[in-house]
Structure formats: C-alpha cells, structure tokens
C-alpha cells in the first residue's frame, strides 16, 4: 500500500543551524512529491514540488528537497532556521496519476530554539 | 489570485445537527479537494470535483457526508447528524488540473468543527 513516513515527529534546532527534515515513500510508480507547512490553527502552505527533472529542488523561504529515487526519499532542507520556521511539516506523495489525491506523512514538528 | 477561501472557519455544533462548510476555490481552478486533518495527523484525502462532477470518494466519507459543486464553482460539505468523533479541520484544496505542467494543489485555512 502506498504510504509516507516522517520519521521524526518532533525536531529541535538552535536559530541560525541547518536542518533536514527526512521524508519516506512508498509508491510503485513515478511519484509526484510535496512539501507542506502548517502554522498552529492554520491551513497548509505549499513549500515546494516534485515532478520531473532536476532531484533537486528550490523552494520558498529558502527551503529545498533532493529526489532520491533509489532511497524513496524527499528530504527538506534549509541551511540556516529562523525562529519563523518554527510550524509543523508535511510531506505529500500524489498516489493516483497527478489527480490531486494526496497521502500525507504524520507530519514533523519544528521547534527553534533562540 | 485571493487563495482558497473557507467559511466559516470555526464551527461548535451539538451532537446530532448538521453542519455545512463552504468553499471557494482559487479562480479558474476546475479541481477541488475536500480532506479532513485531526489533532497531530497528517490530512486525509475525502473526495475530489473535476468542473461539477464529483470523480472519487474515500471510503472515509460515510453517508452522513455529501459534497456539491454545482457548475463547477464554490463548493459545500456537509455533514449531518455530527457525531463527536466528526471533530476536525476539514481542509478545501484547489489546483488547475493541468497534467502537463503538473497539478499543484492550493490549500485554504481549514474550517475547524467541534461537535459537543
């Protein structure tokens, strides 16, 4: 069955200190990838998007992801957090032929220390 | 472009009455979404519109659960007799639907619901 795993439910970093936030996948086929943000109380923001081309890609606020195929992941980094940063991160794996159906991950909660 | 628009955005009902959430869609858009997120979980998909036609439903969405959108604009969910367990931020998405430059889906705010 196709499924996302964020292994990390909750990370913390200090401000001004890089950070990756690791994203699995299962899926048989090309996946289409998404990264999401989310602000307590607050709907989702899209960060970025996986659909062809380029493993690696740019996203708003600074942040980017690299497609490994071979490891089914879709990692996102930032080199420097902001205390702003600080929200929940989904990633989102489109299972059915670029409709939109979407499965998320369980998400990851981003703390930033000061 | 003002982004997906949903209303209302919070919502306390008592158990047993029926709720309906709209939403507006991102102009021109022709596909939107309908999930449902609960506290510490990641959005499930519920359904999606291609234009009006309503194309797939999760099996998440049992009977008490209807979806409109009519010609293919603003669309409404609505759930009748709420039960607690109905409790949750129902999330409308819209996207072009364009397969060739890839489908990118737009969230709203979210419309929370706590049935009491």
């Known amino acids: 069955a196709q499924s996302v795993t964020q292994p990390d439910i909750h990370i913390t970093v200090s401000e001004g200190a890089s950070l990756e936030l690791r994203c699995n996948y299962s899926?048989?086929?090309?996946?289409?990838l998404f990264w999401y943000v989310q602000s307590p109380g607050q709907g989702l923001q899209l960060l970025l998007k996986?659909?062809?081309?380029?493993?690696l890609v740019q996203g708003i606020k600074g942040f980017e992801a690299e497609f490994k195929r071979s490891q089914s992941s879709f990692n996102l980094r930032k080199p420097s957090v902001h205390w702003s940063d600080a929200a929940e991160y989904f990633c989102a794996v489109d299972v059915s032929g670029n409709t939109g159906k979407l499965i998320f991950g369980q998400g990851t909660t981003l703390q930033v220390k000061p | 472009d003002t982004g997906v628009s949903q209303n209302p955005r919070h919502k306390i009902t008592k158990r047993g009455q029926n709720v309906t959430f709209r939403c507006d869609p991102i102009s021109e858009h022709n596909r939107l979404y309908w999930y449902r997120q609960t506290l510490g979980q990641g959005p499930e998909f519920l359904t999606y519109f291609q234009n009006e036609a309503q194309l797939e439903k999760s099996r998440l969405l049992s009977d008490r659960f209807s979806a409109e959108r009519p010609k293919g604009s603003f669309s409404t969910l609505e759930i009748q007799r709420t039960e607690q367990g109905d409790s949750a931020m129902y999330l409308c998405a819209s996207s072009p639907g364009r397969a060739s430059s890839g489908n990118t889906i737009y969230f709203g705010e979210g419309s929370w619901l706590t049935v009491v």
């Open positions: 996986y659909f062809s081309g380029d493993t």
């Open positions: 899926y048989g086929a090309t996946p289409y």
